[in-house]
């Protein structure tokens, strides 16, 4: 059975921090891995991450794939109010194409 | 307009009422997900369809059956709803080919079962 773990499970932290968001996985036939943050309602798409090494950058938010360590990390710089959300991870793999795993999430608070 | 919308927003029905939870998109997507999402237990998959002539089962199909009308329209079905069948649900899409994984949120659906 696929897996897809989080951590920390949540993290308050206060305006202008750094943090750094985990994502480990066990999965059969990997194909990708996939960041959603999720604020009141609908998660949103943020990188899709297939190959280990190569950073997605966007603004303030990056990550990064290790397909040896089966992990991906999700950071963000100078955080803002507005960052505050669930961070979800999930992974593509298996024998169903199309289907995604996902973690349980990382609620991140940031405090003015 | 938004791409995948979901009809009701919100609902709150009694134990033992069928409940049907509705999903359109305009994104021209093949593939269309439902899922639900409880506290601390991030997204699970209750059904999928990859067009209209495939219908899957996901991780916690029990209690559900869905309908997929068209290409545009996916449908979920509480065929008698109970207390812990309470959560959010969402409708997802993706495409067929190209950036295959990603999927599309709709806005969600709250559901309280009294």
């Known amino acids: 059975e696929d897996k897809v773990v989080q951590s920390p499970l949540s993290l308050v932290v206060h305006e202008g921090d750094t943090v750094t968001l985990n994502c480990s996985y066990e999965v059969t036939n990997f194909r990708s891995l996939l960041w959603y943050k999720q604020e009141k309602k609908a998660p949103t798409f943020l990188f899709m991450l297939?190959?280990?090494?190569i950073e997605k950058k966007s603004g303030r938010l990056s990550s990064i794939l290790d397909k040896k360590e089966l992990s991906s990390i999700l950071n963000i710089t100078a955080t803002q109010t507005g960052d505050s959300a669930i961070y979800l991870c999930?992974?593509?793999?298996?024998?169903?194409?199309?289907?995604?795993?996902f973690g349980q999430g990382t609620i991140l608070t940031v405090h003015p | 307009d938004a791409d995948v919308t979901q009809t009701p927003r919100n609902r709150i029905t009694k134990t033992g009422k069928r409940i049907m939870l509705e999903c359109s998109q305009t994104k021209g997507h093949d593939r269309m997900y439902w899922y639900r999402q409880d506290p601390g237990l991030g997204l699970r998959l209750i059904y999928y369809s990859f067009d209209v002539k495939d219908i899957n089962k996901g991780e916690i199909s029990d209690g559900y059956s869905v309908s997929r009308q068209a290409q545009a329209k996916f449908s979920l079905s509480l065929e008698s709803a109970i207390p812990n069948q309470t959560a959010l649900y969402f409708c997802?899409?993706?495409?067929?080919?190209?950036?295959?994984?990603?999927?599309?949120f709709g806005p969600g659906t709250r559901l309280t079962v009294l």
């Open positions: 997802a899409t993706g495409e067929l080919a190209g950036a295959a994984d990603t999927q599309y």
């Open positions: 999930a992974v593509a793999g298996g024998t169903s194409y199309g289907k995604l795993t």
């Open positions: 297939t190959s280990s090494g």
